[in-house]
T-cell receptor
Framework: DAMVIQNPRYQVTQFGKPVTLSCSQT?????MYWYQQKSSQAPKLLFH???????NEADTPDNFQSRRPNTSFCFLDIRSPGLGDAAMYLC?????????????FGPGTRLTVL | GENVEQHPSTLSVQEGDSAVIKCTYS??????FPWYKQELGKRPQLIID?????GEKKDQRIAVTLNKTAKHFSLHITETQPEDSAVYFC????????????FGTGTQLKVEL
C-alpha cells in the first residue's frame, strides 16, 4: 500500500510558469520534508514541516515555497521555475522529529523545465 | 554542521562477490546512520540503519558496521545479485540535530553477470 504519494509523477512546465507539486501520506506522520535531487547527486533538503511549523533551509531559494494545509498533505510551489530547477522532487515523512526517526520517501516528481 | 564523505563513487563487482561501501562523518555527536538504496528513477528506500550504541547490524545479505572512534561506517553486501545494482547513499544524523539527514554523495553499484 502506498504510504507517501506524490502527484504528478512527471511534470513539464515552461520557464517562469508557476508549478505546484503535491505530496500526501497515509502514515499520520508529524513531519514532512521536501528534497530536491539532481542527476547523480544526493537529495538536498529544501524545507520541512513539524506539524504546521515551517522550517526553511538557509540555502533554499526564495523561488521555492511550501504549504501544509493539514497533516496528510504538503505542497511545493515553484513560483518562477528556471532551467536549473529541473530535478526530481522527493517528499518524505517521519513519525516525529527524534534523531532516530526513520524518513520514508515518496516516489518523487520529475520536473522538466522547457 | 555535519559532513559525510562516501567512497567509492562507483563500484563494479561480479555476481556472487561482496561489495563494501564506506562513509566517514565529521561530527562525533552524530548518532544515527541509515543507508538508502535508490534504483534508477525510483525513491530512496531505507535498507538498513544503525545507531551509535551498536557496532554492527546484519539483515540477511546486508550488514553495516560502525566505528565511532574513527567516525566511519560501512555497508557490506554479500553474495551480490544483479538486483542489487543501484545507487547507495549513506547518511548521518546529529544528536540534537533533530531529524535532519546529511547524505553522502552516493555510490553507483553495478553487479555484473
Amino acid at each position: 500500500d502506498a504510504m507517501v504519494i506524490q502527484n504528478p509523477r512527471y511534470q513539464v512546465t515552461q520557464f517562469g510558469k508557476p508549478v505546484t507539486l503535491s505530496c500526501s501520506q497515509t502514515l499520520n506522520h508529524n513531519v514532512m520534508y521536501w528534497y530536491q535531487q539532481k542527476s547523480s547527486q544526493a537529495p538536498k533538503l529544501l524545507f520541512h514541516y513539524y506539524d504546521k511549523d515551517f522550517n526553511n533551509e538557509a540555502d533554499t531559494p526564495d523561488n521555492f515555497q511550501s504549504r501544509r494545509p493539514n497533516t496528510s498533505f504538503c505542497f511545493l510551489d515553484i513560483r518562477s521555475p528556471g532551467l536549473g530547477d529541473a530535478a526530481m522532487y522527493l517528499c518524505a515523512t517521519s513519525r516525529d522529529w527524534g534523531a532516530t526517526d526513520t524518513q520514508y520517501f515518496g516516489p518523487g516528481t520529475r520536473l522538466t523545465v522547457l | 554542521g555535519e559532513n559525510v564523505e562516501q567512497h567509492p563513487s562507483t563500484l563494479s563487482v561480479q555476481e556472487g562477490d561482496s561489495a563494501v561501501i564506506k562513509c566517514t562523518y565529521s561530527d562525533s555527536a552524530s548518532n544515527y546512520f541509515p543507508w538508502y538504496k535508490q534504483e534508477l528513477g525510483k525513491r530512496p528506500q531505507l535498507i538498513i540503519d544503525i545507531r551509535s550504541n551498536v557496532g554492527e547490524k546484519k539483515d540477511q545479505r546486508i550488514a553495516v558496521t560502525l566505528n565511532k572512534t574513527a567516525k566511519h561506517f560501512s555497508l557490506h553486501i554479500t553474495e551480490t545479485q544483479p538486483e542489487d545494482s543501484a545507487v547507495y547513499f549513506c547518511a548521518a544524523k546529529l544528536t540534537g540535530g533533530g531529524n535532519k539527514l546529511t547524505f553522502g554523495t552516493g555510490t553507483q553499484l553495478k553487479v555484473e553477470l
